[in-house]
């Protein structure tokens, strides 16, 4: 249903999209997601958009250097990260969820129904 892929070994600094391909009944669906989780650490929300009306949220950690954004014709979803940082190390997830809700309730991974199966991404000198 969902296919994440564009990470990679970046330089501290650096810049990546991450892409992720929504098919079959994932498609249909009213939200999206992404979300990161570092060794040793939870799995955490990183930024979302609602279909309805492209209202996006992001974590504090990456407000201002992440865009979030969703190619309808194409069923993509994307995340732009820039000023990367070691922190940003982590396996990145894209979820979808057919739920019209609150822009805030889309940091919650409980809301989301389909998930994709990670892209690792790398921040090192």
């Known amino acids: 249903q969902l296919q994440a892929c564009g990470g990679g070994l970046v330089r501290p600094g650096g810049s990546l999209r991450l892409s992720c391909a929504v098919s079959?009944?994932?498609?249909?669906?009213?939200?999206a997601g992404w979300f990161r989780q570092a060794p040793g650490k939870e799995r955490e929300f990183v930024a979302a958009i609602r279909w309805a009306d492209r209202h996006t949220r992001y974590a504090d950690s990456v407000k201002g250097r992440s865009t979030i954004s969703r190619d309808n014709a194409n069923n993509m979803v994307y995340l732009y990260m820039g000023s990367l940082r070691p922190e940003d190390t982590a396996v990145y997830y894209c979820?979808?969820?057919?739920?019209?809700?609150?822009?805030?309730?889309?940091?919650?991974?409980?809301?989301?129904?389909?998930w994709g199966q990670g892209t690792q991404v790398t921040v090192s000198s």
């Open positions: 079959g009944d994932a498609s249909d669906d009213y939200g």
């Open positions: 979820a979808v969820t057919p739920r019209t809700l609150n822009i805030g309730s889309y940091s919650r991974e409980s809301i989301y129904t389909y």
